[in-house]
């Protein structure tokens, strides 16, 4: 039924009108951009630190003006821990062709830049860009891949120094580090130059496996006075909560660098939070997908870096933190 006061030739104007407008706002919509996303996170809602990188990818995008479904599409890829799975994702997100790519830590970045030299390349969690080969420089990295580097070994020996502190009466130290991870290596000297200023024993291991925790520790513990360096890796973030565990078992004090370690139940971190590193990769996103080139966008380096102490732990531990290293710490877990 036609109301009063609308003419059916009105009517028939009117639905001409909104068709050949929508039609004309189809026409003008902007394509969907696509964003490809690869972390070692396993997508699972349980994995924190997952979560968290997800969450502030998403979020930061948005705030830029990039809404996923709406004028971006992201194409998430979870790999965990997996090698194999990693490169699978990597080849799948480069057939992909995206516009852009989000690299999260340096084993991702590798099996990228294996599968394209032209895609444009957005890391971070990546320690030492330039010495590791994925970067001519810092100001100029040249190539596809740009981002934001964490040079680490500088750090490296703080985190030795941290562990002494809160705990003085250890004698000797592990790092465990992943096999066949060969950036790390520069990591463990810093590590093991500490050591011989602190007159400490250095013993190294490499993981590979989950297992590999479980055993390392084990035999460590087997003797008193033990400290354990824990450096950052595709399999450490996916299984750290098992690494609290192990240390609590062991009575073992550990070290971090991300703050996510001491605040999920590890007894002391130190170095830059991932949430902020990754909000900051947004930015070089949104610079790609505005006509950037990756190669003349420079790497960053972040320039504050967290000292967390979770308390709880170092009672359960039986050590007393001192006022001092609690004064100096920008986050107390209780």
Not at 244 to 265: E, T
Request: glycine letters at 10%; aromatic letters at 4%; charged letters at 20%.
């Amino acid at each position: 039924m036609i109301r009063a006061g609308v003419s059916r030739r009105g009517l028939i104007a009117t639905a001409v009108a909104i068709i050949a407008g929508g039609g004309a706002a189809r026409a003008q919509a902007p394509e969907r951009r696509r964003v490809g996303y690869l972390t070692a996170a396993t997508g699972s809602p349980d994995d924190e630190s997952g979560v968290q990188q997800t969450r502030a990818l998403v979020a930061g995008l948005r705030e830029l003006g990039w809404v996923d479904g709406r004028n971006i599409i992201i194409e998430h890829r979870f790999s965990g821990a997996g090698r194999e799975r990693m490169r699978a994702n990597a080849r799948e997100l480069v057939a992909l062709q995206p516009d852009v790519i989000v690299s999260i830590g340096g084993r991702q970045l590798e099996a990228l830049l294996a599968e394209t030299r032209t895609i444009p390349i957005i890391f971070t969690m990546v320690s030492d860009p330039v010495a590791s080969g994925y970067a001519a420089s810092l100001a100029h990295p040249g190539g596809n891949a740009t981002g934001i580097g964490v040079n680490e070994a500088p750090l490296a020996g703080k985190w030795l120094e941290l562990l002494k502190e809160i705990a003085p009466r250890m004698t000797r130290a592990l790092v465990i580090k992943l096999a066949d991870a060969q950036t790390q290596q520069l990591l463990v000297d810093s590590i093991a130059a500490a050591a011989r200023s602190f007159g400490l024993p250095l013993s190294v291991a490499s993981v590979q496996e989950p297992a590999d925790y479980d055993r390392e520790l084990a035999t460590f513990a087997s003797e008193p006075g033990g400290g354990v360096v824990a450096l950052s890796s595709p399999l450490l973030g996916v299984h750290y909560r098992r690494v609290h565990a192990l240390a609590a078992q062991h009575r073992l004090p550990v070290v971090y660098n991300y703050p996510l370690y001491a605040r999920s139940g590890g007894l002391i971190s130190y170095g830059p939070d991932q949430v902020p590193l990754v909000q900051e990769v947004t930015r070089y996103v949104d610079k790609i997908l505005r006509g950037a080139k990756p190669g003349d966008l420079p790497v960053q380096q972040p320039n504050k870096f967290a000292l967390v102490i979770n308390l709880k732990t170092a009672n359960a531990l039986g050590l007393t933190v001192s006022q001092s290293l609690l004064a100096r710490a920008d986050e107390v877990i209780e």
